[in-house]
């Protein structure tokens, strides 16, 4: 069984965010004692000093100054960090997000819940009002000053301002003017960050406070249009389609979208240098946007010829994106992957699609494949898996759960463990054969597979 293979017995000890030869520290602080702990306060505060000094070892290694909130940690947030930087920074922060949850106790715990949102409120006026550029990116302005030019009541502008400086955004040298930091400089002509924290706010947010009723009216509903976001955005379409209504939200999302797939974890590289694509004569990508995962594959493997699937209007123009010398092995075609698979091929890839849909399209997503699939032809998903319990830190398990919600409320989609990816195959057909999941070192994209036996 290769590395790619695992099965799951052998998957509960491997998939986390970096799995390793060791098991890493963020996840050795979370052995959970028979009252739920992780670990006492002096505990937490050794594991602080040491992970912490760890990371900043690495800091100094490249002689880059010690974080600030003035200017950051000057480090390029689209580059994985060395695996072993990476999880001392990890487990210093699990350490003080533990240390921060205890130390408040169970019902400022429960009280201070609400903060995270009113401070996405505060930036979504910020950034409305376009009013980190108008603050000098060297000095300060005041107060008054700044009302002027964005033309807002000062009154309004200081208590919102005065948020976002309470999360290290902007800074009060004196009382009455502001000055940027790290964070607040990243505000400014930065169209991937406001497009994120705006789709955030205007199509998940309204979404998020309408879920538990849709569960309400919905009881274990799979269909998309049976949503939180249904009943914020009063529509019975696919929230992508109800998007889709209006360019300037359409093009706020996919910029959204890609600027998600930026981050280091989800980066093309954990799939390309984990999956030995060379078997496969012809693959098939489905829904397969720009042509991006074809292109790499294509410029990898001489003898692979990649077939771009998707609908109609993301397909236009694939050709323009294709070098030259890849255009007669990168090809496209309009093709809704719902409806039935008509191309005959060695490996289908879906990458970032299943994770879209409930367990009922994803069936039907499979099933669709069935006509075009021939004895021995591999279906490959490269999406996110959830661990078990306890198998990575607890803020990181936070994330990924956050994630889950998140897709209930938009679309009744979900993230899945092994055992539903699993159970997605065999309700699909039992002649699929379900051959594992691996999550590379520093993904948080697993690599699933299966195989049809014909």
């Not at 959970?32 to 000094?53: C, F, H, M, P, Y």
């Not at 939180?228 to 929230?239: E, I, K, M, N």
């Not at 997503?365 to 075009?372: E, V």
Request: contains cysteine; hydrophobic residues 40%.
């Amino acid at each position: 069984m290769t590395s790619r293979n695992l099965s799951l017995r052998a998957f509960s000890a491997r998939c986390a965010l970096r799995p390793s030869y060791r098991q890493p520290l963020f996840i050795q602080a979370r052995r959970l004692s028979d009252n739920g702990a992780t670990g006492s306060v002096t505990q937490l505060l050794e594991r602080i000093q040491t992970t912490t000094k760890a990371y900043l070892d690495f800091v100094k290694s490249q002689n880059l100054p010690e974080p600030s909130f003035q200017y950051g940690d000057r480090l390029d947030p689209r580059q994985p960090l060395p695996q072993e930087a990476a999880e001392a920074r990890e487990a210093a922060l699990e350490a003080t997000y533990e240390l921060n949850h205890l130390l408040q106790g169970p019902f400022q715990l429960l009280i201070n819940s609400s903060g995270e949102q009113l401070f996405l409120l505060s930036l979504q006026y910020i950034y409305r009002h376009k009013v980190a550029t108008h603050v000098p990116i060297e000095g300060d302005i005041t107060l008054a000053k700044l009302a002027e030019a964005t033309n807002l009541n000062i009154k309004d502008l200081t208590r919102f301002l005065r948020v976002a400086i309470s999360c290290h955004v902007f800074h009060e040298p004196e009382k009455g003017t502001i000055a940027h930091t790290a964070a607040s400089k990243l505000l400014i002509n930065n169209p991937m960050i406001e497009a994120w924290l705006l789709n955030i706010a205007q199509e998940f947010w309204p979404a998020f406070a309408r879920t538990v009723d849709a569960t309400v009216k919905w009881p274990g509903s799979e269909e998309p249009n049976e949503t939180g976001y249904s009943l914020a955005h009063a529509t019975t379409s696919h929230p992508f389609d109800e998007i889709r209504k209006d360019p300037t939200r359409h093009q706020q999302f996919i910029t959204a979208m890609r600027f998600s797939h930026l981050h280091p974890a989800y980066h093309l590289s954990h799939l390309m240098n984990n999956y030995d694509f060379s078997p496969a004569r012809t693959i098939v990508d489905i829904g397969g946007s720009n042509g991006e995962v074809s292109v790499e594959i294509a410029s990898r493997y001489p003898h692979a010829r990649c077939i771009v699937q998707d609908l109609p209007d993301t397909i236009a123009g694939l050709e323009a994106r294709v070098p030259p010398a890849l255009r007669a092995r990168v090809t496209g075609m309009a093709h809704d992957f719902l409806t039935p698979q008509p191309v005959q091929a060695d490996l289908y890839l879906l990458r970032w699609i299943l994770h879209d849909w409930s367990d009922k399209y994803c069936v039907k997503i499979l099933r669709s494949l069935i006509p075009g699939l021939r004895k021995g032809a591999k279906v490959v998903v490269n999406d996110v898996c959830i661990p078990e319990p306890g198998q990575v830190g607890i803020k990181a398990e936070r994330e990924l759960r956050f994630m889950d919600i998140a897709m209930k409320a938009f679309n009744n989609a979900r993230e899945r463990d092994v055992q539903a990816w699993e159970e997605l195959f065999t309700e699909a057909d039992s002649r699929f054969r379900f051959l594992g999941v691996s999550v590379p070192p520093g993904a948080r994209m697993a690599i699933i597979e299966a195989e049809w036996m014909g």
